[in-house]
């Protein structure tokens, strides 16, 4: 059996190969059996260091002096730029009056570094990389899907726009039809008026030919010439046919009307992974954020908004109206869910498609080319609450049940439940069981942040529903109420932003670290949020029913 190699992995000599270790040079790094300690150390014991094997690596190694060459450097120089020197080295008048520090010192502190350092390395820097390369490895295996559903959105839009001209060519089809019947009528009314004058004709012609070759008197002076009647002809009738007169194909202005790809966006923030400092944003705050736009819905109590697009936002209020503005703040379209009552929240997912809650029957519907679909159905004891669609495409939404003792959040994916949020590591619930909305963001981090009014705190859960941090608010002098958080979106940049009842918005950090406040912009009764694509932030204000548009960021 090979020694090295025996299931009982027992240490052998590192000379013979076969007896068990019975010593080891600390200097040499050799493990030694009994016998073959002799053979080591045969070219001078000074140059080797012999212990226990139990006690290996335990003898500090120093450094040889160079100008005595029989001694070992057990000191510093600290005036000599912390040179090795020996005993007789400190006593010479080239180091006369100068401070020495122990190499045992020295080395003890460089191996507690050493040990932070691995430390470091082992829980911080080593994992922070790996999930950042778990990251690009999702990125890049969701990459063919991600481009597969653009393309196919493509194709949805190609093929609605081949309806629609299927449609006008039907339609016009339909309009030659009904000139081509209004031609007929009026070519045969001319041919039957023709075809009676011929047919007098050919009894006037009939009755000439009677009388030539007759030789009654009567008949023949009597006879009357029709020439002069029959000698006026008709006016010559023409009816053109229509033409069809295509208009030429400008294909930068089609192009555009089909739709727009926005440019592969590339976003840069610095991870900062061991020394724990805040990460550099790469867009600041704006000393005094600006209002854009001011739109007014009509709503009595305006709560929720979302984006469509770069210029569309979706809107819900007091009624069963679900209404869509441009930012000139004209009614683009409106939509009436099916039940009488108010839809908790609205969202839009990455098709462009809108969701809502509807509470009466504890459904998510999504409307679909105008078509209402049942998306998701609660079970009896659950009421629907606020909607979020992640960065990935599924669906997170804030429930309460019946009895107001408890509420939840569940992932779903498409129409089925991946993931429930509820407690923390020692049981206790996350969330305030009431009806209050619970409003829900997705920050860049993949954070699933809710704005628990009942609670007045923001709860942040990292994506495996493990609490990460509580955001109370900020003191103020100027803010006179509790915190209360009535509505939550995060941008780019990954910081949070919530609405507060105090008028104003909190900014925070992606680790709950207050930033500041947007206080001006004359804002009152802050409700839902939502940032577009820009990082323009649109806030609804709850009793004057308008959407502000506000930039914050430079």
């Known amino acids: 059996m090979d020694p090295h190699s025996s299931a009982q992995d027992v240490h052998r000599c590192d000379l013979c190969e076969t007896a068990i270790v019975h010593s080891y040079c600390d200097f040499c790094h050799v493990n030694l059996c009994k016998p073959c300690i002799g053979d080591h150390i045969s070219d001078g014991y000074d140059k080797h260091k012999i212990v226990q094997f139990q006690e290996r690596r335990s003898t500090l190694i120093y450094p040889k002096c160079e100008t005595h060459s029989q001694k070992n450097c057990k000191f510093q120089c600290k005036d000599c730029k912390n ?172 192009y555009s009307l089909f739709g727009q790809i926005t440019p592969l966006s590339t976003a840069t923030e610095e991870n900062v992974l061991s020394l724990h400092q805040p990460k550099t944003s790469v867009r600041e705050l704006l000393d005094k954020p600006e209002l854009f736009a001011t739109i007014q819905t009509g709503y009595k109590e305006l709560q929720s908004v979302t984006c469509l697009n770069e210029d569309r936002i979706w809107t819900c209020g007091e009624t069963n109206d679900i209404k869509c503005f441009n930012m000139k703040g004209s009614l683009v379209r409106t939509f009436k869910i099916k039940s009488e009552e108010l839809p908790n929240d609205v969202a839009v997912d990455s098709d462009g498609d809108l969701l809502y809650c509807d509470w009466t029957d504890r459904t998510v519907r999504i409307v679909k080319n105008g078509q209402i679909e049942e998306l998701i159905t609660l079970p009896e004891e659950w009421t629907p609450n606020s909607l979020c669609v992640t960065s990935t495409g599924d669906l997170l939404v804030t429930m309460f049940c019946d009895d107001e003792t408890q509420s939840k959040v569940v992932r779903y994916s498409g129409s089925t439940e991946k993931q429930t949020i509820q407690f923390d590591d020692e049981g206790k619930p996350l969330y305030s069981g009431n009806d209050e909305i619970k409003y829900i963001t997705e920050n860049r981090n993949h954070d699933i942040c809710v704005a628990d009014y009942k609670a007045g705190a923001v709860v942040v859960v990292n994506q495996d529903g493990k609490l990460r941090w509580r955001y109370t608010g900020h003191p103020s002098v100027t803010k006179n109420e509790p915190f209360k958080p009535s509505g939550i979106t995060a941008d780019s940049q990954s910081r949070i932003l919530t609405a507060d009842n105090n008028h104003c918005i909190h900014i925070l950090d992606q680790n709950g670290q207050f930033l500041r406040y947007i206080d001006n912009c004359d804002l009152k009764d802050p409700y839902g949020l939502c940032v577009d694509n820009n990082d323009n932030l649109f806030v609804c204000e709850f009793y004057k029913g308008n959407v502000k548009k506000i930039k914050y960021l430079k």
């Open 83 to 254: 040179i090795f020197v020996c005993s007789s080295c400190m006593a010479s008048e080239q180091h006369g009056r100068h401070k020495f520090v122990e190499v045992t010192e020295v080395f003890k502190t460089k191996k507690d570094n050493i040990i932070k350092d691995k430390q470091e390395f082992e829980n911080h820097i080593s994992p922070t990389y790996e999930e950042i390369s778990r990251d690009f490895e999702n990125q890049l295996a969701n990459l063919d899907g991600g481009y597969e559903k653009l393309t196919t959105t493509m194709s949805k839009q190609g093929e609605q726009w081949h309806r629609e001209i299927d449609a006008i060519i039907n339609k016009m089809k339909t309009e030659i039809s009904q000139i081509k019947v209004k031609h007929r009528d009026i070519l045969q009314k001319h041919l039957n008026e023709i075809k009676q004058i011929q047919s007098l004709i050919k009894e006037a012609l009939q009755t000439i030919r009677k009388i030539e070759k007759s030789t009654e008197v009567s008949s023949t002076i009597e006879y009357s010439s029709k020439i002069r009647e029959f000698s006026k002809f008709p006016p010559k009738v023409q009816v053109s046919l229509p033409t069809f007169i295509p208009k030429p194909i400008d294909r930068e202005k089609l």
